[in-house]
């Protein structure tokens, strides 16, 4: 299995707090990615980077902010948590081209 | 636009048989990936199969292949046998090459495949 974790793995908070998800990578992989996944949409890029300090945005970054100061750490930054931002949230990294991507299990987060 | 299509929102298959989840693609990309993913009702995401652009022939790992029809911009996942572990949702994915040497990676919304015994 590659070595990918996420921290938290569930987390309830309560609007307006800010919140941050942790991807962890132990592949040494120069892309990483974000995504949302909610019922209907399948999974909506939020934020990938493709190296460090290297990041661009995705389909729905808006309320979302990501920080990559290593290889093998990528933020995900919620500055103001709304309830519309309650999702699964899925990290995943690929050494690009044919490669594919490896998902973390993925980090249950609640609004309210 | 979208950039993935996946029009069957679920599909029911007979266990044994065979069957193709569809997925149309959009781009101006010269080169580029295409990936399909099973998402089981435990939640993790899990590989299943690729095709880059330039590939001949279509791609396959066991019982998945993906028939590859880049005229029509569509690489559709073929399943043959179906076995009821394979009920899950489905995903086809895109990675463009210019759009980013970032290699930005997109999905379309998924197919949930039932397989009835």
């Known amino acids: 299995d590659a070595g990918i974790t996420q921290s938290p793995r569930h987390k309830v908070t309560e609007t307006g707090t800010p919140v941050t998800l942790r991807c962890h990578q132990t592949e040494n992989h120069r892309y990483m990615y974000w995504y949302r996944q909610d019922p209907g949409h399948g999974l909506r890029l939020i934020h990938y980077s493709y190296g460090v300090k290297d990041t661009d945005k995705g389909e729905v970054s808006d309320g979302y902010s990501v920080s990559r100061s290593k290889t093998e750490d990528f933020l995900l930054t919620l500055e103001s948590a709304t309830s519309s931002q309650t999702s699964v949230y899925f990290c995943a990294i690929s050494g690009g081209g044919g490669g594919e991507a490896f998902f973390g299990q993925g980090t249950r987060l609640t609004v309210v | 636009a979208q950039k993935i299509t996946q029009t069957q929102p679920g599909m029911f298959v007979q266990e044994k048989e065979a069957v193709t989840l569809d997925c149309t693609y959009d781009?101006?990309?010269?080169?580029?990936?295409l990936f399909w993913y099973k998402q089981p009702s435990s939640g993790e995401m899990i590989f299943l199969i690729y095709?880059?652009?330039?590939?001949?022939q279509n791609a396959t790992e066991g019982r998945y292949s993906l028939n590859f029809q880049k005229a029509r911009k569509s690489a559709n996942l073929v399943i043959s046998a179906s076995q009821l572990g394979d009920s899950a949702m489905y995903f086809c994915a895109m990675r463009e090459a210019q759009r980013g040497s970032q290699g930005n990676l997109i999905f379309g919304k998924g197919t949930k495949l039932s397989v009835k015994p």
């Open positions: 781009t101006s990309d010269p080169s580029y990936g």
């Open positions: 095709q880059g652009s330039y590939d001949q």
